[in-house]
């Protein structure tokens, strides 16, 4: 696919937009005052990234009687499960559903998310034509993926080891920097680069070691070794771990884009 961007969202009856468009450059920056609406944008990008990221996975679907469209409006379904939607105040003015949201790429297709209470939603996918789009052979041809960093929160004290399709499925959702340690061992292969990113970017620290337990030992924990000058230890406080983590998350949401795209 060309080189194909997000180009302009349309929130419609979502949170506190009645009706609202947001045009984006190459490189955008959202700024505004407290209640504004940032974050809404920001929640509104993940319901366009949460299609985009499971559209190869997903059958098309006759949409809900409560939307009223037409059933050849045939649009994808996924689980929210993976969002940690808080339901209270999703429609404008704690009004009634649907919401809308319109995300408009470069090449004129467009993603047309529709939010119904529960809540779920159908998204309809149009290529650069404007015409619906209904076999997974057309949907990668037209539509981009779109990606969100989790938001970046203290990692856990301590991690056992957990299931890979766990770890790996959940790289972009609220759970991520919760799974620090396992996705540093799920995508091994990368870890050198990661080492190499924290120590040029920390001077006087140093990864050392991950050490993680083989199949028969009954302690299945995690450990990240650091080195801060001659100290080494696995626990470092906050700071460390707070900054850690951030280039983890970013690193690892990058590392998933490039296995995984289409």
Known sequence: MQDVRLHRLRITNFRCFK???????????????NNAGKSTVVEALRY?????????GLKFQVPPDSLELAKGMRGLQPALDSLSVHEVGIFHRYGSA???????????SRIEVYVTEKPSIHALIYNS???????????????????ILP??????????VLRDEYV????????????????LRYYNDYYKAFKELVEQSWQGIELTELVQP???????????IIRDGTFRQKWVG??????CGFKQCGFFHEVKNRQFSY
């Open 19 to 33: 009706d609202h468009e947001v045009e984006f450059a190459s490189n955008a920056l959202i700024v505004g005052v």
């Open 48 to 56: 366009v990234s949460l299609v985009t990221e499971r559209m190869g």
């Open 98 to 108: 649907p919401a809308r949201i319109a995300a408009h790429f470069s090449n004129k």
């Open 129 to 147: 034509k404007g015409k619906l789009v209904s076999t997974q052979a057309e949907l990668h041809s037209c539509i981009p993926r779109v990606s």
């Open 151 to 160: 938001q970046v929160s203290p990692l856990v004290q301590s991690e056992v």
């Open 168 to 183: 790996r499925t959940n790289v972009q959702t609220t759970r991520s920097s919760m799974h620090f340690r396992n996705q």
């Open 214 to 224: 083989n199949e028969t030992d009954s302690d299945r924990h995690i450990s990240l």
């Open 238 to 243: 906050w700071a460390m771990v707070y900054k």
